[in-house]
């Protein structure tokens, strides 16, 4: 069975620092990834998606993600955090239709 | 519409009561997926439809949760007796793709308080 696993709760970084959000995976084949940003009332969002090629794949609002498979990891980065990144972050693997998210990272950014 | 759209936004209903829950997704979008998020947890799956055919009803968590999609667009979420536990709030998505592989596109979810 799928399963994904967010291993830190919460995460505090300063504004113009930069980020990384871990990920673990655990999946049988090749996976298809993915990131998604939930921000206070609002809707979850995609931030980007992995399916294949290039490890290194770019995403909106200057996001970045790098999958190792050696590692089963999916870890999102970010060079320079804005505030208004505060949010929570799902890590999230699909096969069939059915989707696996994390419980999320939340993401605090002081001033 | 221009996004996906679900009501009611809350839903307040006395423990064994039934409610149902409608998701408008994108038009044109094959795929549409529930999901249930708890409280300080991840989205979980429920279930998933290829245009009008439920293809994974997996994570439905008992048999009095039932969804539908008759026609391949509107989808209805339905439980019957609730109890405090299915308080959570309710996601729908939709994806232009067959299995979801390409981005879901997310609705505001309906948050279900059970009394």
């Known amino acids: 069975a799928q399963s994904v696993t967010q291993p830190d709760i919460h995460i505090t970084v300063s504004e113009g620092a930069s980020l990384e959000l871990r990920c673990n995976y655990s999946?049988?084949?090749?996976?298809?990834l993915f990131w998604y940003v939930q921000s206070p009332g609002q809707g979850l969002q995609l931030l980007l998606k992995?399916?294949?090629?290039?490890?290194l794949v770019q995403g909106i609002k200057g996001f970045e993600a790098e999958f190792k498979r050696s590692q089963s990891s999916f870890n999102l980065r970010k060079p320079s955090v804005h505030w208004s990144d505060a949010a929570e972050y799902f890590c999230?693997?699909?096969?069939?239709?059915?989707?696996?998210f994390g419980d999320g990272t939340t993401l605090t950014v002081k001033p | 519409g221009a996004g996906v759209s679900q009501s009611p936004r809350y839903k307040v209903a006395k423990r064994g009561q039934d409610v149902a829950l409608r998701c408008d997704p994108i038009?044109?979008?094959?795929?549409l997926f529930w999901y249930q998020q708890a409280l300080g947890q991840g989205p979980e799956f429920l279930t998933y439809?290829?245009?009008?055919?439920?293809?994974?009803k997996s994570g439905l968590p008992s048999d009095r949760f039932f969804a539908e999609r008759p026609e391949g667009s509107v989808s209805t979420l339905k439980i019957q007796r609730t109890q405090q536990e299915d308080s959570a709030v309710y996601l729908c998505?939709?994806?232009?793709?067959?299995?979801?592989?390409?981005?879901?596109?997310f609705g505001p979810g309906t948050r279900l308080t059970v009394l």
């Open positions: 998505a939709s994806s232009s793709e067959a299995g979801g592989h390409n981005e879901q596109f």
């Open positions: 999946y049988g084949a090749t996976p298809y």
């Open positions: 992995y399916f294949s090629g290039d490890t």
């Open positions: 999230a693997v699909i096969n069939a239709g059915k989707s696996t």
């Open positions: 038009s044109g979008h094959v795929s």
């Open positions: 439809f290829q245009n009008e055919a439920q293809l994974d």
